[in-house]
């Protein structure tokens, strides 16, 4: 008899899922059900979507849904938002957005690829018109007609918004970004290369908190070289609006921040009140767990859905993957919630092997990350908080340091700086945090040491790789060995 | 009693050790013997130096003999070339340029970094003039020179030397360059760049045989869109000279070729002969091991100074380091000769901090080596050809991917095409090539393999590596995870 996979939710891991399932059994039958009209797309990409260094929202989708349909003989149903799980019955419900019918569809296997959304925290006047979030295509679409509406307002292009303004002849805006994570630097970079005056807020004192310190302070740096006012340590109170009297009117301040219809008109610290004509939170992700919770499926430590190493729930051939989900963390070997795309891949395609009836894991992850901003790079692997690494049992030690990027006389480079840390007793690498300029090699660097934390390798270990030398790409001693150099000094 | 560290050979192996030493041990008495009158440079930079993206000889020194000799308290002795050592008495015997006389010293260890020495390969007239090859200083000054004369000499500059002229209004040449490794090809970089016409001239059916057949076919064809005559399968018989009756003359050949006076006018293969004004032979190096011999001192299977895990000889005390020396393959676990500039380093560092009392391994090799040609870069490690796997014991198998360096909707990127070579049994991972155009982390990517080898890591292990990915950087399955993932599903 013919099997059901059914899959709910229609990007990265669930569509990975569906096609591996699906192309190691044929004779399984699938069904995917996406509440949107979007699938398989790259939400990575958004930002420079919104930047318009991409012209169409479809160039993001890597399938599209005839391809899955026609291509690869999946059933895939957009616009069906399943609203129940039944584990006992083993049946999905789902609402059909076009006909307000509901279907109800069995499974032998289910996958909850549900994904993650854009937290809005808690800060008075967030619903306002003119703030917005980037988690999804319809984000991004709104963000982008946003961007090219104001740069054809000529009551947007002032003369001269002051040091903040990157464009000082074409300049709209100011806006304000929330949030000093990859979202928050990537949208700061998309609309200052658009002429707008950004403020970047945020809550703590350094950009990047799962990053070093040095990265971040690298960052911060760079932004601001680039124009952008980075406003740190600054908890944003409220996004003021039309109400209060206009643009920066400190005294309607008071009598009208209550107030939360109209358009938002400022960012609105416990130090500050900045005028804005528009706001992006970049404030965070958090895991869709509703339909999880309700059929009684377990989260875990992280409010995550909770896996074992297969991906399956607490309950059986329920699966759960991608930034719904948990992972094991690589080096703790500990539950972690850390939504990124590639884990969303992986582990979906394992779970697609699994129920064609090849077990697979997925593997842990590293919690490695790339970020670009404007011209510098930066990577984080592993753990490099301290405070983390010893509630995971570790006595942490770092070094940072600063190396050439390529041989001192080769005429082209720049610095890459490296965070390396590691346990003092063992040596044992434990993450690394590495920035440069564009181009020259923080993130693809970061494969070395990746590397060296799938093999537990020590500090001493990473020294001796033998990693490729030629003057156009490093000094002799690739900037990842001379942090190990200096920080095999330290440990022991 | 004060203890002496004697070291004959001031270039990376030598200058690192001595360094290490005194510094670790302050009280040592560290003499460096060096032939030469230039101590620790870059001679990897020296085509960068011919090409004329550095401006002087002294740039690819990295510290200055007084430098070692003030700052660091190293006793290093110029111009002395060590003609004799002496186990039993423990002493090395120099002679001293300037004054034509002897010096003995008495050692309580001995480091060999006599370095390797340009091959020049048993061809008729390649004693004549305009016959360089690229190993010292001194080599790349001559060229350097030759390159400068000949671009402002009015009969060199001809209006169309042929296709392979880059730069039809400013040529020279034509020029010759016989070895299609590194040195070959950065060679032909550099003369082409200055304006010449260059005819790379190779003996085996490819380029870089080190390297898998993908690459060396990317980068003969990215060569050939540079305009260089690439002459693949091209065994090289003779450099004819002015002697045979001028450029070409087919009439003089058969009675002239013999005779080997005068400057070089031409290349000659079984199939053609090439008028040329000059020849850049980069026909590999052979180490240095006469003094080594002369001592009884004991080679290897490679023909390069035997060593153990320390670098100690067969001689004890006597160490040997760099490119007169053998290296144990990380993948083999057997003897392996790969001399490059970053093993001359750290095996010198080692021998340094074993003399200074901390017996130290400076560790295996995994023959990781990188090369730019115009603006394509390439890299390999570990075993990737099969009958060098069949050879060690493996059952090879290999894939060969191309992908994206970026994501696919990212306005900037291009292709690395990846060769990753597995035991089919076990899995595990032998080796790679990678190649992508310049800029695009075939070489930095190189890394991530690295850290397989070095962890014994599988196909399957490689394929579940935590990479980092954001658009600007890959795709979110990094090529080399690409690569695994086509890779896993063809072992076991």
């Given amino acids: 008899m013919t099997e059901t996979f059914v899959v709910v939710g229609g990007d990265a891991a669930g569509m990975s899922a569906a096609s591996k399932a699906k192309r190691d059994d044929p004779d399984l039958e699938v069904v995917v059900f996406e509440k949107g009209e979007w699938v398989s797309y790259g939400a990575c990409g958004l930002p420079y979507y919104v930047k318009g260094e991409i012209q169409s929202l479809e160039a993001l989708v890597s399938v599209t849904p005839e391809e899955f349909r026609e291509e690869r003989d999946i059933d895939l149903r957009t616009g069906h938002e399943v609203v129940d799980v039944d584990p006992l019955e083993r049946t999905v419900t789902a609402e059909v957005e076009s006909s307000s019918e509901t279907v109800v569809q069995s499974y032998d296997h289910l996958l909850l690829a549900t994904g993650a959304e854009a937290v809005v925290p808690p800060i008075q006047g967030a619903e306002r018109e003119g703030v917005y979030t980037l988690g999804s295509m319809s984000d991004g679409k709104e963000l982008r007609e946003y961007v090219a509406r104001a740069r054809t307002e000529e009551s947007f292009q002032q003369p001269d918004r002051g040091p903040a303004c990157r464009y000082l ?29 950004v403020h970047l807020f945020q809550r703590s004192d350094r950009l990047l908190t799962g990053f070093s310190g040095a990265t971040s302070d690298a960052v911060a740096e760079h932004l601001r070289e680039q124009d952008v006012a980075v406003h740190l340590g600054s908890e944003v109170r409220a996004l003021a609006g039309d109400g209060d009297g206009g643009n920066g009117n400190e005294g309607g301040r008071e009598n009208n921040d209550e107030r939360t219809d109209g358009a938002v008109r400022a960012v609105v610290t ?65 539950a972690t919630y850390a939504p990124l795309a590639l884990t969303a891949n992986r582990h979906g395609r394992a779970v697609g092997q699994t129920v064609a009836g090849d077990p697979t894991e997925g593997g842990p992850i590293a919690g490695t990350a790339a970020v670009k901003a404007f011209e510098t790079e930066a990577a984080r692997t592993g753990i490099i908080d301290h405070e983390e690494a010893r509630q995971a049992g570790f006595d942490p030690v770092s070094e940072t340091i600063d190396a ?41 660097r970061s494969h070395a040491i990746v590397g060296a934390l799938e093999a537990d390798a020590t500090v001493s270990e990473l020294e001796n790789y033998d990693l490729a030398y030629a003057p156009p790409f490093n000094t002799t001693w690739d900037p990842v060995l001379v942090a190990a150099k200096v920080l095999s000094g330290t440990v022991q």
Wanted: with cysteine.
């Fill in 169 to 197: 002849e074409d300049c709209s805006g100011p806006v304000g970004v929330v949030g000093g994570g990859y979202v928050g630097i990537e949208m700061a970079e998309a609309l200052a290369e658009n002429g707008f005056e």
């Fill in 404 to 444: 050439k990027s390529r041989a001192g006389y080769y005429p082209e480079g720049g610095t890459v700086t490296i965070t390396l840390t590691a346990d003092r007793e063992t040596g044992r690498v434990l993450g690394a945090s590495l920035v440069s300029e564009y181009g020259e090699g923080a993130v693809h």
């Fill in 270 to 334: 416990a130090d500050e009140r900045v005028p804005v004509e528009m706001v992006l939170l970049g404030t965070g992700v958090r895991p869709r767990t509703a339909l999880a919770e309700a059929a009684d499926i377990e989260l875990g430590p992280t409010g995550a859905i909770a896996t074992d190493a297969y991906r399956e729930t607490s309950v059986p051939d329920v699966y759960a993957a991608g930034d719904c989900a948990e992972a094991i963390h690589t080096v703790t070997g500990e």
